[in-house]
């Protein structure tokens, strides 16, 4: 059973940063995409970043130049290394396949981003 940890998660300033990952119990080059996505209290959970096998990547206008992801297929890790937070980064954030599988969703990680 393929299991996705989020980790890294946590409560920071705004304008601070923090580094997000992702392991994945089995070889994730079995995925051709992974994904970061995010969901924000009283929203629907949004795709934030995605790398492809090849290390092409794509981010939602909310986040473009602020945050940055990557994969280390060595270590079975994905990472979203997000910088100047702001508070309406806040949310809980998971890493998925991309396309996303419901099989895939584990518990995420809190981001907070307050004052």
């Known amino acids: 059973q393929v299991q996705l940890v989020e980790s890294g998660g946590g409560l920071v300033q705004p304008g601070g940063s923090l580094r997000l990952s992702c392991a994945a119990s089995v070889n994730i080059f079995s995925f051709s995409a992974m994904g970061w996505y995010r969901q924000a209290p009283g929203k629907e959970r949004e795709l934030v970043a995605r790398i492809s096998d090849y290390g092409y990547t794509k981010f939602a206008d909310s986040v473009k130049g602020r945050f940055s992801i990557s994969r280390d297929n060595a270590k079975n890790t994905v990472y979203l290394q997000m910088n100047r937070l702001k508070p309406e980064d806040t949310a809980v954030y998971y890493c998925?396949?991309?396309?996303?599988?419901?099989?895939?969703w584990g518990q995420g990680t809190q981001v907070t981003v307050s004052s």
């Open positions: 998925n396949t991309y396309p996303s599988s419901d099989h895939y």
